[in-house]
């Protein structure tokens, strides 16, 4: 089994920040792309960030230059610093992966269990 497992979420004030990380674990032969979703009482989740296993990352138009995606290969670990955090920030993050698990094998997308991120004005 594959298991996504995020921390770093929590209470900030505007203007502060936070650092997500989202570990994988289990039967991992690699992990191609991985990224950050967000979503909001009443919204559809949205793309944040993501990064592809050479490094590339992609952002969404209204994080740009305020957050920054990064991964270990080493670690299967996919992080997400959060800077200059604004009131409509505020959503659960979820984090996702595409992962091999042999190697001819397929790729699969999975999903971490989301954690809460809430900005005070």
């Known amino acids: 089994q594959v298991q996504l497992v995020e921390s770093g979420g929590g209470l900030v004030q505007a203007g502060g920040s936070l650092r997500l990380s989202c570990a994988a674990s289990?039967?991992?032969?690699?992990?191609?792309?991985m990224g950050w979703y967000r979503q909001a009482p009443g919204n559809q989740r949205e793309l944040v960030a993501a990064?592809?296993?050479?490094?590339?990352?992609n952002y969404a138009d209204s994080v740009k230059g305020r957050f920054t995606i990064s991964r270990d290969n080493a670690k299967n670990t996919v992080y997400l610093q959060m800077n200059s955090l604004k009131p409509e920030d505020t959503a659960v993050y979820y984090c996702n992966a595409d992962i091999q698990k042999s190697r001819l094998g397929f790729t699969y997308n999975y999903w971490g269990q989301g954690t809460q991120v809430t900005v005070s004005s």
């Open positions: 990064v592809t296993s050479g490094g590339t990352t």
């Open positions: 289990g039967n991992i032969f690699s992990i191609n792309a």
